[in-house]
């Protein structure tokens, strides 16, 4: 079975700091594409960052990167310079090349304080 | 502006009445998808469609049904509700793999 696992149900972070969630995943597959989502409080799930696993270097938009360690299978998301707005749920997923199903983890509540 | 929209964004209905939740996306995306989202946050996928007249079930076994007569449109119907059936709708669509696009969701108390 496909699982996408957030073994931090809740976690905090001063605002400036810096914050890191992790998520491990099991597949069989070698291909496939990693993201991690944000849902802020009533709203949207929004996309904050994507990897494909054929590529070795690390995704990067803005303050947020990921550390994607294949061999471990584990996509960590790092957020720098945490901000009053990052205050939300953040899910791992992923989705294997052969199936268009995103397979989601069970989320970290993240709570940035001022 | 591009995007998906979910009507009604919040509903409470009583016991065996009908409803229809709505899903409707301007990106002209092929694929879209129906989540069930539970308190404790966690995301299910109960129904997904990768065309029009193309309908599947989810992962999570669902008394919902879904139709898909024209690719913007991807209602989510249930015949009779019941207060099991409380929870968080999201509809999603993507064009290519990788790329999904939530709606803001329909959250559902059944009384």
């Known amino acids: 079975a496909q699982t996408v696992t957030q073994s931090q149900p809740e976690m905090s972070v001063q605002e400036a700091e810096t914050v890191t969630l992790s998520c491990t995943y099991d597949?069989?597959?070698?291909?496939?594409?990693l993201f991690w989502y944000k849902q802020p409080p009533s709203r949207q799930m929004i996309l904050v960052i994507r990897?494909?696993?054929?590529?070795?270097q690390n995704a990067t938009e803005n303050r947020f990167s990921v550390n994607f360690q294949k061999a471990a299978k584990s996509f960590s998301l790092k957020i720098s310079d945490s901000q009053l707005g990052d205050t939300a749920m953040y899910f791992c997923?992923?989705?294997?090349?052969?199936?268009?199903?995103?397979?989601f983890g069970t989320g970290t509540r993240l709570q940035v304080f001022p | 502006e591009a995007d998906i929209y979910q009507t009604p964004r919040y509903l409470v209905i009583g016991t065996g009445k009908k409803i229809t939740l709505e899903c409707s996306q301007t990106?002209?995306?092929?694929?879209m998808y129906w989540y069930q989202q539970d308190p404790g946050m966690e995301l299910h996928l109960i129904h997904y469609?990768?065309?029009?007249?193309?309908?599947e079930k989810g992962d999570l076994s669902s008394e919902s049904t879904v139709s898909r007569i024209r690719t913007e449109h991807f209602p989510l119907t249930l015949e009779s509700a019941r207060p099991s059936h409380t929870s968080q709708y999201l509809c999603?669509?993507?064009?290519?793999?990788?790329?999904?696009?939530f709606g803001s969701g329909t959250r559902l108390t059944v009384v």
């Open positions: 999603a669509s993507s064009l290519v793999t990788g790329g999904y696009t």
């Open positions: 597949t069989s597959e070698n291909n496939y594409y």
């Open positions: 990106m002209g995306h092929d694929k």
């Open positions: 469609s990768y065309g029009v007249n193309s309908t």
């Open positions: 990897q494909e696993a054929y590529k070795q």
């Open positions: 997923a992923f989705i294997p090349y052969n199936t268009d199903k995103l397979i």
